[in-house]
């Protein structure tokens, strides 16, 4: 699971929950500090030095603007104090100390937000691409695997895809790498475009892809890759397919990938067999019926 930022980016779940505890104890510590500030404070003691954890945990959980929040809120937390204890001149608050106070509280929120910000930014660049496939921008296969047992654990129907490019190695060798990776970024993004944003598309081998689709019956999914085909097609690329769905075809990853890795291998033969005018899709279940209702 993840949660969605306001820049677009996703937070895991897990850090999210992180960052709302921060805010909850930094919450918590302000009242908890002003109260023992009430009751312990005296000249030279310094309590109001432990207003820099709240802050700290503000500028941790939220950047660099919540952090410098965080710290006028200290300042005026610590203001309240002086006023409020009998054993402190309200004198103190119109002084140089408690501008420097300020500034130090406010200063020292800001860096540690700005820290702690950049930090997220590039943990979360090293997160993507470590599930990113470097050509197509597709999920890896480790990713895609994660995301395939994800599905597993949930017990609800889904389908898998596999697909391989069609004379791959031929593109490779007459028209160069260069060529067969234009072809491939070229592939992964009509697919990730034809599909929706509840289906997780892969590059899982070289010219090998698989998407996990939410469709749950034969019919959805074998018509989803007549779809996928279509759209390949009218751009010049050749792929065939295969498909499983779930629990029908198998309820592990083994047997789902050993059935879409079946259909495909059977899809293959076939149009080894037959030259590109001969290659025709085949009609759904759901269209026989349809063609039997109408000639009968």
């Not at 941790?60 to 603007?65: H, K, M, N, R, S």
């Not at 751009?235 to 029908?248: E, L, Q, T």
């Amino acid at each position: 699971m993840a949660a969605a930022r306001d820049d677009g980016q996703t937070v895991p779940a897990a850090v999210s929950h992180q960052r709302a505890s921060l805010l909850v104890s930094a919450a918590a510590l302000y009242p908890v500090i002003l109260a023992a500030f009430l009751l312990f404070e005296k000249p030279g003691l310094g309590l109001g030095h432990f207003y820099y954890v709240p802050v700290a945990l503000i500028a941790l959980a939220e950047g660099a603007a919540w952090g410098a929040t965080a710290g006028v809120a200290a300042a005026g937390f610590y203001t309240v104090g002086i006023l409020i204890n009998p054993h402190l001149a309200s004198s103190q608050v119109l002084t140089a100390g408690s501008i420097v106070r300020l500034i130090t509280y406010t200063s020292m929120g800001a860096l540690v937000g700005w820290f702690a910000s950049n930090h997220r930014d590039l943990s979360n660049r090293l997160r993507i691409a470590s599930e990113r496939d470097h050509l197509t921008g597709l999920l890896n296969t480790r990713a895609f695997d994660a995301a395939l047992t994800t599905r597993l654990e949930q017990r609800r129907p889904f389908g898998l895809i596999l697909a391989d490019l069609d004379s791959m190695k031929e593109i490779n060798d007459t028209e160069g790498h260069a060529v067969g990776n234009d072809v491939l970024r070229h592939a992964g993004q009509l697919l990730a475009s034809q599909c929706g944003p509840d289906e997780q598309v892969a590059r899982i081998g070289g010219d090998e892809f698989a998407v996990i689709t939410s469709q749950s019956s034969s019919d959805a999914v074998r018509g989803l890759c007549s779809r996928l085909s279509a759209a390949l097609v009218d751009s010049g690329i050749s792929m065939s397919f295969g498909w499983g769905v779930c629990p029908r075809d198998g309820d592990t990853s083994l047997l789902l990938f050993r059935a879409a890795d079946e259909r495909l291998y059977a899809q293959k033969l076939i149009r080894s067999r037959l030259t590109s005018a001969e290659i025709v899709a085949m009609p759904t279940q759901t269209e026989r019926l349809a063609r039997r209702t109408h000639t009968a």
